[in-house]
């Protein structure tokens, strides 16, 4: 290493690595951003086979879908890197699990409603819990009966709860 030629040759050799590196990180990035992006394009069309009309849904979904894709500029580690298609994969398949999520419960309301025998057809709409009353912290029993017994009413109602618990 004392001698000029090595360190050079040493120097070039890590320029040359590096810049492997950056292209495999680029294509590793464009691998999972064509992931996300024919799901953010295939989108409209998986909920409509899935005969789900809700415009809310495919917008949350959608954002979902964008904000991954577009967070995939900023990945610049050499250990995610690799497993960044994987992880658009993953993304695609939490996106078609809320979808078959959706369907399965939309398929429930249906055969509730029909279970009833009035013959009337009855839309659900969706209730937050902010809707519900004030956002706070429940602090005693009875204000988490008062939620609960507003929350039950609304989805005995037919009504679905557009809020996750978090």
């Not at 890590?14 to 990035?29: H, N, Y």
């Not at 959608?62 to 580690?77: A, H, W």
């Not at 309301?109 to 279970?115: F, K, N, T, Y």
Request: proline share 2%.
């Amino acid at each position: 290493m004392i001698e000029d030629q090595v360190w050079k040759d040493l120097q070039n050799s890590k320029a040359g690595a590096q810049v492997e590196l950056e292209s495999q990180k680029a294509k590793w990035r464009d691998a999972a951003r064509q992931v996300a992006q024919n799901a953010i394009e295939n989108l409209p069309g998986d909920l409509q086979a899935a005969g789900i009309t809700d415009a809310q849904l495919q917008s949350d979904l959608n954002v979902q879908l964008e904000k991954f894709r577009d967070g995939l500029s900023n990945e610049s580690s050499i250990t995610r890197a690799p497993l960044l298609p994987e992880m658009a994969r993953a993304k695609v398949q939490e996106i078609e699990a809320s979808i078959r999520t959706r369907k399965e419960e939309l398929a429930r309301a249906v055969a509730a409603g029909s279970g009833s025998g009035d013959g009337s057809s009855k839309k659900t709409k969706r209730v937050r819990l902010a809707e519900l009353g004030k956002r706070h912290v429940v602090a005693s029993v009875e204000q988490w009966d008062k939620l609960d017994t507003a929350v039950r009413q609304e989805l005995a109602a037919g009504n679905d709860s557009g809020d996750r618990l978090r």
